[in-house]
């Protein structure tokens, strides 16, 4: 490899050395220097004779011919550059130092007139260099303004285009916002859209919502006998079909041999370019809006762009159509059924209220009297706030107004209610605004009392705390029975064996190497054991706390399974009870369990967060990840025991359990607990 490179630069070199020697200017260079070499050297080299003057222009003679070589030394800057300025001026120093050494009777004085030629020459190389450079960064800028001129009218060209486009989306959507009936949207747009694409055709689906199927709604520009057959046809049938199919846009150069085509009207009509793009809303496909024309035409991406935008319009108006046509369905329904729904409303199992913005109770069901405890027309005119703790009431003012600020909420959430003897009721309540001409008028709730079911939650709650405190305390016990009784034994037997083997005289080399094999099982075993009892109830966690039983775990983890796992701890470290401490470690342990069990992954973290108000565990892997269930109740029913496991000792210190994962991304399980 040195010698390749060594003949690369050679070669290089070689190359630069003939360019050099087809240069004129480089000849020239030659012959200045060996003209100011002669005149520098006129006895050593008799060219211009003996006796030649003793000075120029009021110079000595000899300091002339030194400011001589400054001509090629300047020149060759000027030309080549500063590397061949350099160089040049490095000569013109070779070819004086001889006279001052050898020939001059003043090296001293020579010496000094060399030094400044030579400055001279570097100072005039020098500027040239700075000149080169401010000349071809004038001209980097030059081109850099011109690029960005360049950009700007593109960009200005690109405003324009979308400003055209704009103009058009507007006025199609003027044109379409003036009618709620769908036949009559469709209509109204046909002429709009041909103008503004300048297209022959105009054809109008629409999906219809009962069979799916879409269905030929307006068109322009084409036989009556043409549109008969394009009246209804399947999803992904046809161009049109596809593209309500896809929801993407399609270009059709050439209709009639395009091998797509399913309808042979198509070819008899002679369409030969089409557009067509999907009329969305809210990302559901509406229909579909086509523009056709009978001679070939390209369709630029503007175009293909602005045909989507109006489509989205014009599926926004259809949108809106159908709302209004079931608007309209649905008052006359509730015209009809107000009578049903008031009986409805009465005979319903779960409490209703409704209260006004001010909070007066203004209607209540038999279930909301009995819910309280109350008689006919006792709640009536009353206001909420006698009916709720200080802590329900702010929950209660907090979702009123998130709901009329138009936010969305988690529904049902747990309220407390007082009932007309002073006991407390536990509610799931629903809460609805109820609007009339687009403003709120009153809030709606919907109650259902689950104080029984709260105290059998507390009752299990309570079973499971007591059944994890008799599983921790029977694993404490097992593991001290094991590691002081079967690991002493198993200690002393393995040194009996190793007496054994190192007292006897008489076994053959066979048997010693059987009980020795014998002492290496039982060792294994012994470590086996030690492992199994620290894994049911790790020493370190009793002695010194959380973190370096998390310590011990990680390492533990990377020791025996081959993955490395990463600790952080972040904010000031605290303790916790025992109880809480040995759940956060359960969980963690069952976590990393999880890893090197299922994930097939190499690298683990685990971090511990310590915040004011609460404290975040997480676990993630660099894994093959998997299927998160939608609800935590889920996991049990899908196989995920460890993770309920885990799930149910994060709800026993009053925090969550939250999974991430995604198919080849790893896996996240952090718990948040409020301590």
Same mark, same amino acid.
């Given at each position: ?28 260079? #030659? ?114 303004? =011109? ?9 200005? =060209? ?237 929950? #209660? ?232 269930? =939608? ?45």
């Amino acid at each position: 490899m040195a010698g390749l490179a060594d003949k690369h630069v050679a070669a290089q070199i070689a190359g630069g050395v003939r360019r050099a020697l087809g240069n004129p200017h480089f000849w020239l260079v #030659a012959v200045m220097f060996g003209l100011a070499t002669a005149f520098h050297y006129p006895q050593q080299l008799p060219l211009i004779g003996a006796h030649a003057p003793t000075s120029f222009f009021g110079l000595e003679r000899h300091a002339m011919e030194r400011v001589l070589f400054l001509l090629p030394a300047t020149y060759a800057g000027f030309v080549f550059g500063i590397n061949g300025g350099l160089a040049a001026v490095g000569v013109a120093l070779a070819a004086m130092l001889p006279r001052i050494v050898l020939v001059s009777d003043s090296p001293a004085d020579a010496s000094v007139e060399t030094a400044g030629v030579i400055l001279v020459g570097l100072l005039v190389n020098l500027w040239f260099e700075g000149h080169q450079r401010e000349k071809q960064r004038r001209q980097k800028l030059l081109s850099e303004l =011109q690029a960005a001129q360049q950009e700007l009218q593109l960009d200005f =060209q690109t405003i324009q285009n979308r400003e055209r486009q704009l103009a058009a989306v507007n006025l199609v959507s003027n044109i379409v916002s003036q009618s709620l009936e769908l036949k009559d949207i469709l209509s109204r747009a046909t002429t709009t859209v041909r103008q503004v694409m300048d297209t022959e055709i105009f054809l109008g689906f629409i999906v219809d919502e009962c069979t799916g199927d879409l269905v030929l709604e307006t068109y322009e520009g084409v036989s009556e006998e043409f549109a008969a057959s394009l009246e209804r046809m399947k999803l992904g049938e046809g161009f049109n079909g596809r593209v309500a199919e896809t929801g993407e846009p399609m270009v059709v150069k050439d209709a009639s041999h395009d091998p797509r085509l399913t309808r042979v009207a198509v070819s008899q009509e002679r369409i030969q370019s089409q557009l067509i793009v999907p009329a969305k809303s809210k990302g559901k496909v509406l229909g579909t809006l086509c523009v056709a024309t009978r001679r070939p035409r390209e369709f630029a991406p503007e175009q293909i762009g602005l045909l989507g935008a109006i489509g989205n319009v014009i599926g926004v108006a259809i949108e809106n159509a159908r709302l209004y046509q079931r608007q309209r369905q649905m008052a006359e329904a509730l015209a009809v059924s107000e009578k049903g729904y008031r009986e409805l409303f009465e005979n319903a199992h779960d409490a209703i209220v409704v209260q006004d913005l001010e909070g007066q109770i203004v209607m209540t069901n038999a279930a909301g009297l009995k819910l309280g405890g109350y008689a006919e027309g006792e709640l009536l005119g009353r206001h909420v706030k006698g009916f709720l703790t200080p802590e329900a009431l702010e929950v #209660a003012r907090e979702v009123g107004r998130r709901l009329l600020q138009g936010e969305v909420i988690e529904q049902a959430y747990d309220q407390q209610f007082i009932k007309k003897d002073g006991t407390l009721a536990h509610v799931k309540l629903t809460t609805s605004l109820i609007t009339s001409d687009g403003q709120p008028r009153a809030f709606q709730h919907i109650t259902r009392d689950v104080t029984e079911e709260k105290r059998l939650e507390e009752n299990m709650r309570f079973y499971l705390e007591q059944v994890t405190r008799a599983q921790e305390e029977e694993r404490k016990r097992i593991a001290r029975e094991l590691h002081d009784d079967t690991a002493q034994e198993l200690v002393a037997l393995s040194r009996e064996l190793e007496s054994f083997v190192s007292a006897s005289g008489r076994l053959s080399r066979h048997q010693l190497e059987l009980v020795e094999e014998i002492q290496g099982q039982v060792d294994k075993i012994l470590e086996g054991l030690r492992r199994f009892s620290q894994d049911l109830r790790p020493s370190v966690l009793d002695d010194l706390g959380l973190l370096p039983a998390l310590e011990w775990l990680t390492s533990d983890v990377e020791a025996h399974f081959g993955i490395d796992v990463g600790m952080a701890v972040e904010g000031s470290e605290r303790r916790f009870s025992p109880d809480v401490e040995l759940l956060l470690f359960r969980i963690a342990q069952e976590a990393l369990r999880n890893v090197w069990r299922h994930s097939e992954a190499s690298r683990a973290w685990l971090t511990l967060e310590f915040d004011e108000c609460r404290t975040t565990l997480t676990v993630s892997d660099n894994g093959k990840g998997f299927k998160v269930p =939608q609800r935590a109740g889920d996991l049990a029913k899908v196989g995920k025991l460890g993770l309920a496991g885990m799930e149910e000792r994060a709800r026993l210190i009053g925090g969550t359990l939250k999974l991430q994962s995604n198919s080849g991304e790893g896996a996240i399980v952090t718990v948040e607990a409020p301590i």
